[in-house]
């Protein structure tokens, strides 16, 4: 498979990681973020911002509104930083998102352009 076809992405640091791996460079089509870890919990001064402008991909944002590791205003602020498409999405939830399974699911088929599967019966 052509890697420039590839979604990649992942959760708090495995989405980070990927997000500055694709801003370097890693041929991708987009990237996930979900969790983002924008900075430490308690030390907003410590932003994790420093790739972001080099992302020129589309990128989807999955975050909780009570986040420790960014709020949503401050996960905003990082986002107009990326110089690709963002789309975002401010869940209820902390850090772990905690119940969110399915509505994480259907945002990313639907961000992904996928048609969604059918429940099991």
Known sequence: MDPKRLVLGGRSMGGRMCSMAVAEGLP???VVLIAYPL???GRPENLRTEHLGSLRVPSV???????PFGTPDELAL?????????TSRTLDG?????????VV???LWDWLGLRRRPSPR
């Open 28 to 30: 991708a089509a987009g």
């Open 39 to 41: 900075h430490p919990p």
């Open 61 to 67: 944002w999955l975050c909780g509104d009570r986040d």
């Open 78 to 86: 990082a986002q107009a930083l990326v110089e690709g498409p963002v």
């Open 94 to 102: 902390r850090h772990d998102l905690k119940g969110c399974d399915a």
């Open 105 to 107: 699911a259907a945002e």
